[in-house]
Antibody, heavy 119, light 107 residues
């Protein structure tokens, strides 16, 4: 059974940093693309970033480029999102999601970790 | 960026009725469209991938069709557990984008 468990969400001041982690199990992590999708309170889904199984291919939505870094530790089956220069508009529930192929749709999701950016 | 427009925003129906949801893309996305269901307090669940293929474990009452810019998700006979928000998503071009969602509510 696929399991994705996010952690690291917190209340942080504007301009601050945060590191999100996603512990994965139940599938061959190192050969599976992964992504982060966020959902602001009461709003819809917004894709944030995706990374290939090897970690060599990475994509970001424009609003986080230069501020967020996606990475993975395949030895520990962990997906990471390093977030810097956080803004109020980054406030959201951040989901870790498993790609069903390479740059395909997301067929498994974690329960999310909440990031709140506020002074 | 490809914009996905979902309609209607809200669909009020009774159990047993047929639901038809629309997703329109701002440019040709071939068949690279998926549909997700999200219930309150839960993560999204993939229903449909590549326009018309049901994901693992998805009941046959869910069907979908379309290509290029116009796509449809149909729920043939609504079950109580189907009342939720539905999102479409394209994977044709980066950035990946989602539609704004259609809420299917009990009438």
């Amino acid at each position: 059974e696929v399991q994705l468990l996010e952690s690291g969400g917190d209340l942080v001041q504007p301009g601050g940093s945060l590191r999100l982690s996603c512990a994965a199990s139940g599938f061959t992590f190192s050969s599976t693309a992964m992504g982060w999708v966020r959902q602001a309170p009461g709003k819809g889904l917004e894709w944030v970033s995706s990374i290939s199984g090897s970690g060599k291919d990475i994509h970001y939505t424009d609003s986080v480029k230069g501020r967020f870094t996606i990475s993975r530790d395949n030895s520990r089956n962990t997906l990471i999102l390093q977030m810097m220069s956080l803004r109020a508009e980054d406030t959201a529930l951040y989901y870790c999601a498993k790609d069903r192929g390479l740059w395909n749709f997301f067929d498994s999701w974690g329960q999310g970790t909440l990031v709140t950016v506020s002074s | 960026e490809i914009v996905l427009t979902q309609s209607p925003a809200t669909l009020s129906l009774s159990p047993g009725e047929r639901a038809t949801l629309s997703c329109r893309a701002s440019q040709n996305i071939f068949n690279y469209l998926g549909w997700y269901q999200q219930k309150p307090g839960q993560a999204p669940r993939l229903l449909i991938y590549d326009a018309s293929n049901r994901a693992t474990g998805i009941p046959a009452r869910f069907s979908a069709s379309g290509s290029r810019t116009d796509f449809t998700l149909t729920i043939s006979s609504l079950e109580p557990e189907d009342f939720a928000v539905y999102y479409c998503q394209q994977r044709s071009t980066w950035p990946l984008t989602f539609g704004g969602g259609t809420k299917v509510e009990i009438k």
